[in-house]
Structures are given as C-alpha cells and as structure tokens.
C-alpha cells in the first residue's frame, strides 16, 4: 500500500509566491523613495549642488544643435498619448496571458507614477533661490522620463518571463535616451532625471513586493532560458552602471572641487557628468527591478 503523501503545512499556500523575495522588493522601494528625497536635498536645496547643476545646464549648449536633431524626435514620443498607448499594449499583454490583476496593476503603476511626479514636483519640493540670476522653478522629477519609463517598466512587469530581460535592456536603453534628450534641449537638469527614474523605480518594486498567486509565474519548459538571459542582462546592466557610475562620480569630484576654473570646462565636465549620471541610475535601476520581478514572481510548488 502506498504511503500517503504528508500533508501541507497550515497555512501554506501551494504556488504561492516567495516571501523572501517580496520583502526585498519592499525595501527597495523604500530605498529608492529615499534616494528621490536625498537627490533633492543634494542637488536642489543645497547652494553647492545647484551650482554644479547650473555648469550641467550651461554645458549643454555645446554641441546642442547637432544633437538636439536626434533628441527632438525622441522626446517628441513622449506624450499623454504615449501614456495611454503604452497602458493599452500593457493591458493586452496581460489579458492575452489571462492577468487580469496583473492589468490593474500595471495600470496603477504607470498611472501612479505619472501622478506622483507632478505632485512630487508642483506641491510636495520647491526650488529655493540660491545662486544669483539662475532663479526658476521646481523641474524635479523630469515628466519625460518619467513617462517613458513607467511605460518600459510596465512592460517588463507584464511580459512573460522569457521576455523580461530583453525588455529590460531595451526599455533602460529608452528610459537613458529620453532622459539624456531632455538634457540636450535644457529642458532639465540631471537630478531631474535621477528622480524621476528613482520616483518609477519605487513603484515597480511596489508591484513586485504585492505580487500575488494570479500575477506570478507559472516556470516551464522555458525556465532555464529565462534565468541565463535574465543572469546576462543583469550583468551587462550591472557593468554598464557600475562603469558610469565611475564617470560620473569622478566628473562631479572635478567640479566639487573646482579643478579647472575656466567655466567652459567645469559645465562640459559637469554636462558630462550628468549624462553618465542618468546611464547610471537608469540602468542599475533596471537590473534591480529585473531581478527582483524575475524572483518574486517564481511560484513556488
């Protein structure tokens, strides 16, 4: 006679998705919440920090014309429109793989980011005056990127498992891209754009950590495939921000500093400084939220 099989634990759920893992989702999220708050405090509140802002704006001009051809057409994209659409196409993806809480949520997450930012931006900071004839308003966090974004990141939350690591990749690629264009046109500052990636990233997290048995996944066939492409993005995501992250923090050591006095050179170091800034954020960002969807939406058996 066969044995019987031993039965489940009270209170576990067979299927149910990892605590571990959400948990961690959670403290990202609150980690990158801070990190929004901190990116004001430093570059924003702070006379030091809006000084080097200032060489960051100004040191845009150079070379503008040539490349504003290629950042207009980029920022152009990026609309309530482009809002709308993207929730759409989320929303398909999720009831093509029969997610329905999966769409709500995706939804919310885009939805709630977008909101965020213009409350974060028009009541929650305000920008004080201290540097003499650079005086206008909050811009922090930048509503371009932050639309762009919460559209990649709604995607990567949406798609099947096998396909998160190429949207991920290629939605840092686009979040890095429209963020950069709006420093090209002077629409925004640096800081700008690392808190609006920052202000997405904490919602992303949020929809991993409240993952839940109908918006997790179901690891078949394909799961081998998964984990190696995921392990690859991860990685070159990784190399990727931890190499800007370099240049940007020697860049903003130069102009703290102030080696070099001639302004040309403290804005194009400063400029440069920034734009690495954002690759930076954008993609660690990214592999974060990868890694963490990827782990917190494995089922367990």
Not at 15 to 21: D, M, Q, T, Y
Not at 147 to 162: E, K, N, Q
Not at 276 to 291: I, K, M, Q, R
């Amino acid at each position: 006679m066969p044995a019987s099989r031993p039965a489940a634990p009270r209170g576990h759920d067979p299927g149910a998705p990892p605590v571990a893992p959400r948990v961690v989702a959670a403290v990202f999220a609150l980690v990158m919440a801070v990190g929004v708050h901190l990116t004001w405090r430093a570059f924003v509140a702070t006379r030091a920090g809006q000084q080097v802002e200032e060489y960051a704006f100004d040191g845009a001009a150079h070379g503008q014309y040539r490349l504003w051809t290629v950042a207009r057409p980029v920022l152009d994209v990026v609309s309530i429109s482009f809002v709308v659409l993207g929730i759409a196409v989320t929303a398909v993806v999720c009831v093509m793989r029969q997610r329905w809480v999966l769409a709500a949520q995706v939804a919310a997450l885009i939805g709630g980011s977008n909101a965020t930012t213009q409350v974060v931006k028009h009541w929650v900071y305000d920008r004080p005056h201290l540097l003499p004839g650079w005086n206008r308003p909050n811009s922090l966090p930048s509503g371009h990127t932050t639309v762009a974004m919460s559209v990649s990141v709604g995607l990567l939350i949406a798609v099947p498992r096998t396909w998160r690591p190429t949207v991920a990749v290629l939605g840092a690629g686009w979040t890095a891209a429209t963020g950069i264009s709006t420093l090209v046109g002077q629409w925004h500052t640096p800081s700008d754009v690392v808190a609006a990636v920052l202000v997405v990233g904490v919602w992303g997290a949020l929809v991993c950590a409240l993952t839940t048995h109908a918006t997790g996944d179901v690891v078949g066939a394909g799961g081998a495939l998964a984990t190696r492409s995921t392990v690859v993005a991860g990685v070159l995501l990784g190399v990727i921000g931890a190499a800007s992250t370099l240049a940007a923090g020697l860049s903003l050591a130069r102009v703290w500093s102030g080696t070099g006095s001639a302004r040309f050179d403290a804005g194009l170091i400063a400029y440069a400084g920034g734009v690495a800034g954002v690759v930076a954020v954008t993609t660690v960002v990214f592999a974060v939220l990868l890694l963490v969807r990827q782990s917190t939406a494995r089922l367990t058996a």
